[in-house]
Structures are given as structure tokens and as C-alpha cells.
């Protein structure tokens, strides 16, 4: 009834499938041979685990370091170093109790 002359639609089908999956792992191949090849090139420039190291990413500080003989300030009250009667301080910290 079925001529090979004439493949019948499933034929064709399973036919097709094979040539899309041999042609899906030839492109699969073909890119990792590619990655492959990348990395070793990348690996000659670069080998970190040949004692290499990342490059030191800050250069400088922009902001000088404060010297050992500068005056520091002194200890201050909660008034003080708010600028406020000593009053209304401890009324505020009575509140918050």
C-alpha cells in the first residue's frame, strides 16, 4: 500500500526528527569546541592558579588618615552636645523610661 517512494507523514516526521536532533548536537558541539578554545586562550593571558592575583582595586585613600597628636574632643553630657538645658534632658529621658 505504501510505496518508498511515497513516505507516509510519520516517516517523514521521524525522518525530520532525527535530522533536527543530529543537527542540534553538531551546533551543541560546535559551541563548546568554540568555549573551549576561548578559555584556553583567556587561561594563557590569565592563571589565577598560578599564584596570579586580582589587580589591587583601590589605588589610594582620598581621605588622609587622622594623625596620632590631633586633639580629640572631650567627653560631653547629653546637654551639651545637644546644646539644651540639663533640665529638659532628664525630663526627656524620665518620658522615655
Given at each position: ?17 532525527g ?68 533640665g ?10
Amino acid at each position: 500500500m505504501h510505496d518508498a517512494a511515497f513516505p507516509t507523514r510519520a516517516t517523514r516526521a521521524r525522518d525530520n526528527a532525527g535530522t533536527l536532533k543530529a543537527e542540534k548536537k553538531r551546533i551543541a558541539e560546535e559551541a563548546n569546541a568554540k568555549r573551549s578554545e576561548a578559555a584556553k586562550v583567556q587561561h594563557e593571558v590569565s592563571k589565577p592558579y598560578a599564584g596570579e592575583n586580582m589587580p589591587e582595586m583601590v589605588v589610594g585613600q582620598t581621605v588622609p588618615a587622622p594623625s596620632s597628636d590631633a586633639p580629640r574632643p572631650g567627653k560631653k553630657s547629653k546637654s551639651q552636645a545637644s546644646n539644651t538645658n540639663a533640665g529638659a534632658v532628664a525630663r526627656g529621658e524620665m518620658t522615655t523610661r
